[in-house]
């Protein structure tokens, strides 16, 4: 009997040694995405599909977590000194770059340098070019010398479009960095077809530096395969065939596939942004506020969710997304009705029933869709909208020359700060593509950016958001959900502003 206990016991120990050994295994895995990025340079052309492949090559300076809390990364901590001119950044010193170049002030320098000369179209660049000096305290503590406060920033450095970069890797790589990069974060590229597929593999000098990382240990899965498909229903097929683990799927129809599905795990994530209508306020219709208000009363929100994005979002009425530092819930009800009588009434008061509306947006099918039923809706009116669809890039470019009446697209940042960079004066040519300007709200946006007290910004943010709910630059839609879909032999995979993450991910 003894022996028959000693023989179970020792069974037992191999039997848990085997399992532990399985979970601790390498681990591949293979992900879908809907496209691939224009370039792996963080400082590069400014492309919505980057940053969710640029969080495995890079680490940022700060981390913002799922309820907006800035957290030390790269930086251990930070001072703010002289009324928020003056911020000094303490690093770690145990980091280094996958080609083990060690990751010191020297880089934090190089990379913020560099995206001053080079970074004019980047989200941060205005936060990045506020200051005025980098100043090298030694070789793990750098200094920044704003020239005006601003508490955006920290927020800013949490981006991946700040991803620290290794100067000797950029200068070795000249133009064709972007096509080689070379980070300090869990994973590194190593093979790359466009349009087609990239594999990431496991940075062997990663350390586990990150704040996701609970145990501070490297993750378990040590390749990333990486497909490119525009196909969602090929993105759906291949996550039920088993050919892929992990997709980002868009379509609320799609969804249904996986609702019950016992084999797969739905992660939810509410985006930093907001979809919404945007009008081109420097030019008739819509240089006239009584027609951006009929518009904001013709529009039937919850119709547009349910017909092109089921369950794919949330209803917003305030400029500033559920997601993000400022959003005010008590401002919900404060928005214009939807009334289609008084909208019409309000066009033909304004003598332009028939006149002719271009709506541009991208070529992202729910988009498509969404522009559609806002076409219906003002035809109902009294206005004769078109459509135009053009690809990112298109829709970028035309905005910005101001051809376009309305432009159905989304905003994407994390922090209330959004109102300056995309409604100020000084943002028109840039990121304000809708040519708005009240100098109020630059007034109030110029406030809040240098409030470092939360209270305080709040109250700013509640006004401006006031203001502009009634002068309606944009009408809000909707908060968008991303929904990412996990095969269930994936456990422990988290998801942290609609980026997964696998630091404690293993198999079953």
């Given at each position: ?376 809706e003002l035809q109902e009116i009294g206005l004769n909208p078109t459509i135009e669809v053009l690809d990112f890039a298109g829709v970028a470019a035309t905005a910005n020359a101001g051809e376009y009446d309305i432009v159905l697209t989304r905003y994407d940042w994390n922090d209330p700060d959004l109102l300056r960079i995309y409604l100020s004066t000084d943002s028109i040519g840039r990121a304000n593509r809708y040519f708005y300007s009240n100098p109020e709200l630059d007034a109030l946006t110029a406030e809040g950016r240098a ?58």
């Amino acid at each position: 009997m003894r022996k028959f206990a000693l023989l179970i016991a020792v069974l037992g120990v191999l039997l848990t040694g085997a399992l532990l050994s399985t979970l601790a295994a390498d681990v591949s895995v293979t992900m879908v995405l809907s496209r691939d990025p224009i370039s792996m340079d963080p400082q590069g052309p400014i492309d919505p599909s980057a940053p969710v492949i640029l969080a495995y090559v890079y680490d940022t300076l700060l981390f913002q977590d799922n309820e907006g809390a800035i957290l030390p990364y790269l930086a251990t901590s930070w001072d703010v000194e002289q009324d928020g001119r003056l911020i000094t950044f303490h690093l770690r010193d145990d980091v280094q770059f996958s080609n083990g170049d060690p990751l010191n002030a020297d880089s934090v320098i190089f990379t913020f340098q560099r995206l001053q000369e080079i970074g004019q179209r980047s989200f941060i660049y205005s936060e990045i070019i506020n200051i005025a000096e980098f100043e090298k305290v030694d070789d793990y503590t750098v200094r920044f010398h704003l020239r005006a406060p601003s508490v955006t920033l920290l927020s800013a450095l949490t981006y991946t479009y700040a991803g620290i970069l290794d100067p000797s890797a950029v200068e070795a790589a000249g133009d064709e960095y972007g096509q080689n990069p070379v980070g300090s974060g869990p994973y590194m590229v190593t093979e790359w077809i466009p349009q087609n597929s990239m594999t990431l593999v496991a940075n062997p000098n990663y350390h586990g530096q990150r704040p996701t990382d609970q145990d501070g240990q490297a993750s378990a899965v040590t390749e990333l395969d990486i497909r490119f498909s525009s196909d969602e229903s090929a993105r759906v097929n291949a996550l039920l065939t088993g050919e892929v683990d992990v997709a980002y799927i868009s379509s609320g129809a799609l969804m249904q596939s996986f609702a019950d599905n016992p084999d797969f795990t739905i992660l939810d994530s509410p985006t930093r942004g907001l979809v919404f209508l945007g009008f081109n306020t420097a030019r008739e219709p819509f240089s006239d506020v009584t027609m951006r208000q009929a518009v904001a009363e013709a529009i039937d929100k919850q119709v547009i969710l349910d017909i092109a994005a089921p369950g794919m979002g949330v209803i917003v009425n305030e400029l500033i997304a559920p997601s993000i530092f400022g959003y005010v819930p008590e401002l919900e009800s404060e928005a214009l009705p939807y009334d289609v009588d008084t909208a019409r009434a309000a066009v033909e008061a304004a003598g332009y029933v028939g006149a002719e509306i271009k709506i541009l947006t991208s070529n992202f099918p729910t988009y498509q869709n969404m522009a559609t039923i806002v076409q219906a809706e003002l035809q109902e009116i009294g206005l004769n909208p078109t459509i135009e669809v053009l690809d990112f890039a298109g829709v970028a470019a035309t905005a910005n020359a101001g051809e376009y009446d309305i432009v159905l697209t989304r905003y994407d940042w994390n922090d209330p700060d959004l109102l300056r960079i995309y409604l100020s004066t000084d943002s028109i040519g840039r990121a304000n593509r809708y040519f708005y300007s009240n100098p109020e709200l630059d007034a109030l946006t110029a406030e809040g950016r240098a409030t470092f007290d939360p209270a305080e910004r709040l109250a700013i943010y509640t006004e401006a958001q006031r203001l502009l709910m009634q002068d309606v630059p944009w009408v809000p839609l909707h908060m968008t959900i991303t929904k990412i879909v996990v095969n269930n032999r994936l456990q422990n995979v988290g998801v942290v502003n609609s980026h997964v993450t696998f630091d404690d991910a293993t198999t079953q």
